[in-house]
């Protein structure tokens, strides 16, 4: 029905959208474009050597399972029932560092981050949500995974697979993730948007990718989670991220030394502690000064190193007054290189 | 510059192409909604140049090329939801709207009528005015719109109703 309310609302819309005059664009669209059409490599062979090293185990050995065809890796159209992709395997019992998101009680809908040393299945997707499903943040922060299994009498909820292509990861689930907290329960849990952040977030870091996750209940997609009706795969919110965001270099990058590692931050007093890994040595570490208080600011490291593959891990320390007993290591990033 | 290929198929295009194609036939209508939602012109043309980047990175992978526009569209909300929530967590508070511009054409009551609808939507939840911009502005059918915001045809029809009811009370108190 069309009435003088809509009449109007259109006629002023157009009016103020007539008002607004864009600046040509077009070439710096395509000089960003081609700066950033380099490849991306989500994991590096040094990146499990420096994974097991940062842990206990040895031997980590890095297993791809076979490629995804390339149709696979569209994302609209990613409602196979099939997982296609490849699960990212280390040996059984290698202990990998993971970054496991949580959320601020605050209602900012802000996640936290700590690092965390996960004995791993040998799938470290898998390992990521199990890891999420039973962790623990303690009473500051809110994990809407633990919650799952809260009713002894119900079908334990378990991640069957985790598989990634360069465009989606899934995630497969054996059950409906239903509604946590019941009416007279005495629990919290974030808001459904929240609880799906962290998986998203610890997932693209743990399988060092930035591409949307589509949850799957037995192969199929699933239309509704914690209480929310669920449409396609759910992107990173890059505004509730921990505070530490690596912009350069990229993931699976060939850079030249001295190598410029740039983001912006915001920490405890600006704080950013960094490390370079090579294998289980690691070469070089400092820390740098971003953003603090809650507002971002711009830092960067410039790090010397001779040719080979690193991992580079940025946090910030526990020890400095932030998020009390979730872990020593808060809004830890990683990111992959191979100096040449 | 890249020219465009004459081959008006979209399936045909490079991503330069596609890019060059959309961009001299959506990028004005796309940077004047994102303005819209975002209530600043300067993170609204940022928010759609990532678009547009984000487009031409995943265009060899995009199975329905032709869907091009609508993957620009939801990129866009997507970016200015981002940026909302950006600068609600850094200023813990909205820029106030920009004043509205009288056009020489209209009556000053006519003209103070329509800044007090658009007052009216900018105080809308987002998701409503979101709803709303796409469908007054941008004339976007309902499947699109869910489309676009990745909500259900029912959650459509419902942020629709809500918000233009709002926006009828001050029309008619206007």
Redesign the interface.
């Known amino acids: 029905m069309n ?4 009449t ?10 007539d ?5 040509p ?6 000089h ?2 081609a700066r ?2 380099a490849p991306r490599r989500r994991w590096l062979p040094v990146g499990v050597a420096a994974l097991a090293a940062a842990g206990l185990a040895t031997g980590a050995v890095l297993v791809f399972g076979p490629s995804a065809p ?2 696979a ?2 994302v ?2 990613a409602q196979s029932s099939e997982p296609s992709g490849e699960t990212v395997t280390v040996a059984p019992g290698s202990v990998v560092p993971m970054a496991l998101h949580y959320v601020r009680r605050d209602a ?3 996640l936290v981050s700590g690092e965390f040393e996960v004995a791993s299945s040998g799938d470290v997707g898998v390992d990521a949500v199990q890891a999420l499903i039973e962790g623990d943040p303690g009473a500051a922060f809110l994990n809407g995974w633990a919650g799952l299994n809260r009713d002894p009498e119900a079908d334990p909820v378990r991640v069957e697979s985790v598989t990634v292509t ?2 989606l990861v899934t995630v497969d689930f054996n059950r409906f993730l239903g509604v946590t907290c019941g009416p007279g329960d005495r629990c919290v849990d974030p808001p459904a948007d929240s609880t799906l952040q962290q998986l998203v977030h610890t997932l693209q870091s743990t399988l060092r990718t930035d591409a949307p996750v589509l949850l799957t209940v037995a192969g199929s997609p699933a239309t509704e989670a914690f209480g929310e ?1 669920l ?2 795969p759910v ?1 990173a ?4 991220a921990p505070g530490i965001r690596v912009l350069a270099p990229e993931q699976g990058a060939s850079v030249s030394s001295p190598v410029v590692v740039a983001g912006e931050s915001t920490s405890f007093e600006g704080n950013v502690q960094w490390e370079a890994r090579r294998g289980d040595e690691v070469v070089d570490a400092g820390f740098t000064t971003g953003g603090s208080m ?3 600011a711009p830092f960067e490291v410039s790090i010397q190193l001779p040719p080979g593959d690193y991992t580079i891990a940025l946090w910030e320390d526990n020890a400095a007054g932030g998020a009390e007993g979730l872990a020593r290591r808060l809004s830890p990033v990683y990111v992959d290189v191979t100096v040449e | 510059m890249t020219e465009p290929t004459t081959d008006s198929s979209p399936a045909a295009w490079s991503a330069d192409d596609a890019v060059t194609h959309l961009y001299s036939g959506h990028y004005a209508t796309l940077v004047r909604l994102a303005t819209m939602l975002l209530r600043d012109q300067g993170s609204a043309e940022e928010v759609v140049q990532d678009a547009y980047v984000a487009l031409h990175q995943r265009w060899k992978r995009l199975k329905e090329p032709d869907r091009a526009l609508a993957y620009l569209r939801t990129s866009v909300v997507n970016g200015a939801r981002s940026q909302l929530r950006r600068r609600s967590v850094a200023a813990r508070h909205l820029p106030q709207p920009p004043a509205a511009v009288d056009s020489a054409e209209t009556s000053a009551l006519a003209a103070e009528q329509r800044h007090q609808l658009l007052a009216a939507l900018d105080r809308l939840p987002d998701r409503q005015r979101e709803v709303l911009l796409l469908r007054y502005y941008l004339d976007l059918s309902e499947a699109d719109i869910a489309n676009t915001l990745r909500i259900s045809r029912g959650a459509v029809k419902t942020h629709s109703s809500r918000g233009l009811a709002a926006l009828r009370t001050t029309w008619r108190q206007s």
């Open positions: 009435d003088s309310t809509e109007a609302l259109r006629e002023a819309l157009q009016e103020r959208g008002s607004i005059s864009p600046a664009s077009l070439p710096r669209i395509l960003r474009a950033t059409t390339d149709d890796a569209d609209p159209a900012s809908g802000l360069d465009e009706p449409d396609g992107a919110d890059p505004a509730v809650g507002e971002l």
